[in-house]
């Protein structure tokens, strides 16, 4: 079973920086992919970026494209959320998830169906 654990969230001030982490263990042989997810309140969860463990593609919101970049240290097993000039409008739960599917096209997706096992989310406030 996979498990997964976030953490490195808080509050910041506009155009800071933080940092967000996600532990992974079990069933790691089979990680295909690995997503940051994000749901503000009063919205539906959003993809964020995600991670191809085979051949190391992102792919990124458009919202957050240049500002957000994700990492992965396999000896840890886990990945990195950094995210800079961060605006209130980034303020929200962010989650990790991971696919244990074969993935597609040569990359990973978006879309919260894509992925099969979800953290618990932790929680990012960005102030003016």
């Known amino acids: 079973q996979v498990q997964l654990a976030e953490s490195g969230g808080g509050s910041v001030q506009a155009g800071g920086s933080l940092r967000l982490s996600c532990a992974a263990s079990g069933l790691l042989y089979s990680w295909r992919c690995m997503g940051w997810f994000r749901q503000a309140p009063g919205k539906e969860r959003e993809g964020v970026g995600s991670?191809?463990?085979?051949?190391?593609?992102?792919t990124y919101a458009d919202s957050v494209k240049g500002r957000f970049t994700i990492s992965q240290d396999n000896a840890k097993h886990a990945v990195y959320l950094q995210m800079n000039s961060l605006d209130v409008e980034d303020t929200a739960v962010y989650y990790c998830?991971?696919?244990?599917?074969?993935?597609?096209?040569?990359?990973?997706?978006?879309?919260?169906?894509?992925?099969?096992?979800w953290g618990q989310g932790t929680q990012v406030t960005v102030s003016s």
């Open positions: 991670f191809y463990t085979v051949g190391g593609v992102t």
């Open positions: 998830a991971i696919r244990t599917r074969p993935t597609y096209g040569g990359r990973c997706y978006l879309g919260e169906v894509e992925f099969d096992y």
